[in-house]
């Protein structure tokens, strides 16, 4: 490998850490200390949990793992080990306070950007090679991030955060959906150097043809759905589902209410109409499954969600981006918290794939139909609770990321999953239905 990739790689790393850092601040920075120390949600952890749980992964993956050292903390690791203490319980701990967890994660931070200027990035360890430890403990910043995002949107209170709006769309005239022909695909990666051990090895997959939604459903098409009963009707539900529904009382998705004939939202603090041309958010699985099947559809699975958003017919080859090989810029993709909300639908044409959808990447993670398991020759790497100890039916595949992740963790082959029951996440979704069908009845919903 020559000095310039190995300097590339290094400095790609290094920006990788120091962009996570910078939003981890200013998500916290923004309010007091009795801000960041309350629960604002018995779904989501205390602000300051999530920022020494930041600090203290570094410590163990960085200083410790890949450095060979003592760490600095090891007496923390108990109480931000995830596993140990559910979300619920966390603020009984004896957390660091705001002072002593930004001084911890300072600290931190600066010995792993003195370990990563002097690292082996060419050698035969495989938590160093191609700097993977320094991407996985970026990911997994970002990750805590898009967290932390979702719970400043379950925050009562006065507005904090600003963004500008998103771009609106091109008014291009698109098709309802779009063909992705049949046939086999490469899914997964085993070449990528910072892909997640889910996302591996690369393996070949027959997708038979299918029609996919060009864009997400949008809050309008919801609309219809709720306005003819959708919540009312247990033939569109998953039987878990409806039981949910009926022991929560749901009847729209999660921040929205109706006031007279017109439905509103909150958002980061401010309460708006919710407009009719951005994708749907905040709704579980159950009621993405149940959209798609009161509209004659179902949703996709995550191979052809994948096939949609990689595959180039024109070459036969696996693209890491709708559009390419080329790194995210605001030109293809709502990512990283530039944006406070979804862009409206057909936004981003440069960011189309060769099927001719677009935002798969980027405004919502889109539920698919597909549970969370290993691909075939699955290996963990480099330890089992980061995928392995959440496989099986418990949990549904998100695939493209979300206006609040980061692009360090969004790439065609990246897997998020959680419960079916979730809706605090920024998930909406986008609904397909099989090829040989085309012919049948009327769509309806657009």
């Known amino acids: 490998m020559t000095t310039r990739l190995r300097t590339t790689t290094r400095e790609r790393a290094r920006a990788a850490l120091e962009r996570a850092r910078r939003r981890t601040l200013a998500l916290t920075d923004c309010l007091d200390d009795a801000g960041l120390t309350a629960q604002h949600s018995p779904l989501m952890s205390p602000l300051v949990w999530d920022l020494a749980h930041i600090g203290n992964q570094e410590d163990i993956w960085l200083l ?21 203490h559910p979300r619920a319980d966390r603020p009984a701990l004896p957390l660091l306070g705001p002072d002593a967890a930004r001084r911890y994660v300072a600290e931190v931070r600066e010995r792993a950007l003195a370990l990563l200027a002097a690292a082996d990035l060419d050698g035969g ?48 005239s698109l098709p309802a959906e779009v063909l992705v022909p049949g046939g086999p695909f490469t899914m997964g990666t085993s070449t990528d150097a910072w892909a997640l051990d889910n996302e591996r090895p690369a393996h070949a997959v027959h997708v038979p043809a299918f029609h996919l939604d060009t864009v997400p459903v949008t809050n309008a098409a919801y609309q219809g759905f709720i306005a003819d ?39 980061f603090g401010h309460t708006e109409p919710v407009p009719d041309h951005e994708p749907v958010v905040h709704v579980s699985w159950y009621e993405a499954d149940a959209y798609a099947r009161w509209a004659g559809r179902r949703l996709p699975t995550e191979a052809e969600w994948e096939k949609a958003a990689r595959h180039d ?45 677009r935002q798969l990447i980027g405004d919502v993670w889109e539920w698919t139909a597909s549970d969370f398991t290993g691909y075939p020759g699955y290996r963990s790497f480099p ?22 992740a980061d692009q360090v963790a969004v790439r065609g082959t990246f897997r998020n999953w959680d419960y079916p029951v979730r809706r605090q996440i920024f998930a909406g979704f986008r609904t397909a239905r099989d090829a040989e069908h085309a012919d049948g009845g009327e769509r309806r919903a657009a």
């Open 313 to 357: 017919p024109s070459t036969g080859r696996s693209l890491t981006y709708p559009w390419g090989e080329d790194e995210p810029t605001p030109e293809h993709a709502n990512l990283g918290q530039r944006h406070l909300r979804p862009a409206p639908v057909g936004a981003y044409p440069r960011g189309a794939a060769p099927s001719g959808a």
């Open 229 to 267: 009963g959708g919540y009312d009707d247990p033939r569109w539900w998953h039987p878990d589902g409806w039981e949910h529904v009926r022991d929560k009382g749901l009847r729209a998705p999660l921040f929205w209410r109706q006031e007279d004939s017109r439905w509103l939202r909150r958002r």
């Open 64 to 84: 410790r793992a890949a450095g060979g050292g003592p760490g600095l903390r090891p007496d923390l690791d108990h109480l931000y080990d995830a596993f140990q």
């Open 125 to 172: 360890d495989p938590l160093t090679a191609g700097a993977f430890v320094f991407g996985m403990i970026a990911q997994h910043e970002q990750q805590h991030d898009e967290t932390m995002l979702a719970t400043h949107q379950l925050r009562r209170g006065a507005p904090v955060l600003t963004a500008p709006e998103p771009p609106a769309a091109p008014g291009d």
């Open 383 to 404: 330890y089992p609770e980061y995928s392995e100890v959440f496989f099986g039916s418990d949990h549904k595949v998100l695939r493209g990321g979300s206006f609040g």
